[in-house]
């Protein structure tokens, strides 16, 4: 498709109410404006995500946000191509109010929907800023996902394993719950790592060396809340909290290296591309394991930048963008979906949500 694109991004997956406009010139990316209205605090009193909240606060700051990025990217809806929305996986009373906002844009204004998968948007976030031809390999870990991907294009995403019970960054918020650090975990861990010596602590590495590429991080949980129970001093917290920190960095590293010899099979030179993306690619030890299996592996690697690791609506544009650049369109019919795996036939051959099978965030 010739000529530039310009899309209206919405994103309510989860706690934070997201708006941005992005353009797309000949599969180059412009984001004109990226606006987020974290709902951190409102969750912050009971230690998680609570749904209904959640659900609250996006319908009340929902329309704001949108004005705020169509304001910032000096646009009004004249001036869009296009909406889209994330459609799931998420929680679903949030993803209803972000995909009902834009069949309404849609209806209104007469702009051609996209219902956008979070998980594709986080696949695409990395071509936001960075130079990232297809093919190459995701690891996405956030707080709800834990999935090695190999992205060979839009709609066309090859799961090459999953975590078979919690995400990686869950397992930090939950573990970081048992230190007495407050939500969201994974950042406050990482600050009270920086002063911990891993090696006090000696704790279980999941599935290290299996052949498929799969996570668990249950039984480094169920370890790590036995030995906080015993911690009687500061240093000792910043040593466990050290000791986790190292012990998913090894899984996640490990796993990935496996992923990249699987990936790299077959492929030329020019595919060995390794992207990590998903808010616990924040973390400094995990980044720099990553950085170091990649090159272990001949991969080039890339990250995007923190705001665009973390959830956002650009990614969602973009993703918006890239496929109505290939007439990939929806109807107002599109469902908001609680569930919905990027890989649908590797979720149907190895399902991810039955009881003691693959975990439910998976
Ligand atoms: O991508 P994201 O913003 O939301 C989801 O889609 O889940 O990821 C949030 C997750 C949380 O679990 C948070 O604790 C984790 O990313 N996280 C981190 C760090 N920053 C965010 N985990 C470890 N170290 C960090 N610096
Ligand atoms: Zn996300």
């Known amino acids: 498709m010739n000529g530039a694109l310009t899309v209206l991004g919405i994103e309510t997956s989860c706690d934070e109410t997201a708006a941005a406009v992005v353009r797309l010139t000949d599969g180059r990316a412009e984001v004109l404006s990226s606006v987020v ?45 296009g909406v889209a929305a994330t459609a799931g996986p998420g929680l679903v ?30 696949a695409l976030s990395v071509r936001l800023t960075e ?42 918020d939950k573990i970081a719950k048992t230190l007495g650090l407050p939500y969201p975990g994974g950042p406050a861990l990482e600050k009270l790592a920086r002063d911990g010596d891993a090696s006090n602590f000696t704790l279980p590495r999941m599935l290290l060396g299996r052949k498929d590429c799969d996570f668990s991080f249950s039984g480094l949980k169920t370890a790590a809340a036995r030995l906080a129970e015993g911690i009687t001093s500061e240093q000792q917290r910043r040593d466990l909290a050290a000791a986790v920190q190292t012990a998913i960095a090894d899984q996640l590293s490990d796993r990935a290296e496996r992923a990249m010899g699987l990936y790299a099979a077959g492929r030329p030179a020019s595919a060995r591309l390794f992207v990590v993306a998903g808010g616990v690619a924040a973390n400094g030890t995990v980044r720099a394991r990553l950085q170091a299996a990649a090159t272990r592996q001949g991969f080039a690697f ?58 439910a965030k998976a």
């Open 37 to 81: 209205a974290s709902q951190t605090a409102e969750h912050a009193p009971y230690g998680g995500v609570v749904p209904e909240i959640a659900a609250r606060s996006h319908v009340e700051t929902i329309d704001a946000t949108i004005e705020q990025a169509l304001a910032e990217a000096g646009l009004g809806f004249a001036g869009v191509s």
């Open 93 to 122: 009373g949030g993803v209803m109010v972000g995909l009902s906002a834009a069949k309404a844009i849609s209806l209104a204004r007469g702009l051609p929907l996209v219902a956008v998968n979070h998980l594709e948007g986080h």
């Open 131 to 172: 130079d990232a031809p297809y093919p190459f390999l995701l690891l996405l870990v956030s707080g709800g996902h834990c999935q090695l991907l190999a992205v060979e294009g839009v709609g066309a995403c090859t799961r090459l394993g999953t975590t078979i019970d919690d995400a990686a960054g869950e397992a930090f």
């Open 302 to 359: 890339k990250a995007p930048p923190l705001a665009y690791c973390t959830d956002n609506a650009a990614m969602i544009a973009l993703a918006g963008a890239e496929r109505l650049a290939l007439g990939l369109t929806d109807g107002l019919n599109a469902p908001a979906r609680p569930r919905w795996p990027l890989d649908q036939a590797s979720a149907d051959a190895n399902p991810t949500h039955k009881i003691g099978r693959k975990g």
